[in-house]
């Protein structure tokens, strides 16, 4: 069975830190492009950093110098580091996978998580 648990959402003030965590299971990591989107209320589900075949990663421009997506494949696990954030940042974010998409213009990514909200308020 497929699993894509998130952890490390939280309650943070502007200008502060997270760190997502992504553990990944039942399927071969080394093998799939991993994602990270989010879904604010009232709005569509965004790409936020998505890492390609190439091993480039991209980011969405409001997310980008302050948010760094990385991978340990030892773990299984993908993070994103989430540094200076703003209230508009605030929405669930979800981890996603998939075998032959890796760009975060799309969400029809096969694998996804259950999201780990993210709340950024002063």
């Known amino acids: 069975e497929v699993q894509l648990v998130e952890s490390g959402g939280g309650a943070v003030q502007p200008g502060e830190s997270l760190r997502l965590s992504c553990l990944a299971s039942?399927?071969?990591?080394?093998?799939?492009?991993l994602g990270w989107f989010r879904q604010a209320p009232g709005k569509e589900r965004e790409g936020v950093a998505c890492m390609h075949s190439d091993g480039r990663t991209s980011y969405d421009d409001s997310v980008k110098g302050r948010f760094n997506m990385s991978s340990d494949g030892a773990k299984n696990t993908v993070y994103l580091q989430m540094n200076s954030l703003k209230p508009e940042d605030t929405a669930v974010y979800y981890c996603?996978?998939?075998?032959?998409?890796?760009?975060?213009?799309?969400?029809?990514?096969?694998?996804w998580g259950q999201g780990t909200q993210v709340t950024v308020s002063a």
């Open positions: 996603a996978a998939d075998s032959f998409i890796d760009s975060c213009a799309t969400d029809a990514w096969d694998y």
């Open positions: 039942g399927f071969t990591f080394d093998d799939h492009h």
